[in-house]
């Protein structure tokens, strides 16, 4: 069980699972290491609320404007934004971002 299903408890199903194991709030995507991260410091609710608020894309931006760049030592303590498996925009760590192939080409 993802932590999200026992906060989804008292969300009225706001907070789902994605078929690819990811948090979906009401349209906004997090993976499990983001969510992680984004609980750190909002409850839960805060987190629906932002959602409820602005809207999925822009809580996404906001996190990732509250979530910069990490501190040297520090590469899984910032938000970007990717894509899921199935091509969705999806809120990752900075530590979890795989780099394109052609930047291992030499």
Same mark, same amino acid.
């Given at each position: 069980?993802?932590?999200?299903?026992?906060?989804?408890?008292?969300?009225?199903?706001?907070?789902?699972?994605?078929?690819?194991?990811?948090?979906?709030?009401?349209?906004?995507?997090?993976?499990?290491?983001?969510?992680? %991260?984004?609980?750190?410091?909002? !409850?839960?609710? =805060?987190?629906?609320? @932002?959602?409820? +608020?602005?809207?999925?894309?822009? &809580?996404?931006?906001?996190?990732?404007?509250?979530?910069?760049?990490?501190?040297?030592?520090?590469?899984?303590?910032? %938000?970007?934004?990717?894509?899921? !498996?199935?091509? =969705?925009?999806?809120? @990752?760590?900075? +530590?979890?971002?795989?780099?394109? &192939?052609?930047?291992?080409?030499?």
């Amino acid at each position: 069980m993802k932590i999200w299903e026992v906060h989804a408890m008292h969300s009225g199903g706001r907070v789902r699972t994605t078929a690819e194991g990811h948090c979906d709030i009401d349209g906004l995507l997090l993976s499990e290491k983001a969510y992680l %991260l984004a609980i750190r410091d909002m !409850r839960p609710r =805060d987190l629906i609320q @932002l959602v409820e +608020d602005v809207g999925p894309q822009n &809580a996404g931006s906001e996190l990732m404007n509250y979530y910069t760049l990490p501190a040297p030592g520090q590469p899984g303590h910032a %938000l970007q934004a990717g894509r899921s !498996r199935l091509g =969705d925009p999806l809120l @990752l760590r900075s +530590d979890e971002v795989r780099l394109p &192939a052609r930047e291992f080409a030499t």
